[in-house]
């Protein structure tokens, strides 16, 4: 099941709505900002139909 939760760009600071499998407990992807296009990574934990928790990863 998918469901769209708010994730904060590391870069640029603006948020937007990205799409999330929540089937998958735990998990990290690569996205790539809608604002200023840079890659960053992403880790959600979700229980199925909800996102727990949504946080782009600093290196
Ligand atoms: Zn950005």
């Given at each position: 099941m998918e469901v769209?939760?708010?994730i904060?760009?590391?870069?640029?600071g603006q948020?937007?709505?990205?799409?999330v499998d929540t089937s998958v407990a735990s998990?990290?992807?690569t996205t790539d900002?809608?604002?200023c296009c840079?890659?960053?990574?992403?880790?959600?934990?979700c229980e199925p139909?909800?996102?727990l928790s949504l946080d782009a990863v600093s290196e």
């Amino acid at each position: 099941m998918e469901v769209s939760g708010k994730i904060q760009c590391p870069f640029c600071g603006q948020a937007f709505d990205l799409v999330v499998d929540t089937s998958v407990a735990s998990q990290r992807f690569t996205t790539d900002c809608e604002v200023c296009c840079r890659p960053f990574e992403v880790f959600a934990e979700c229980e199925p139909g909800e996102i727990l928790s949504l946080d782009a990863v600093s290196e």
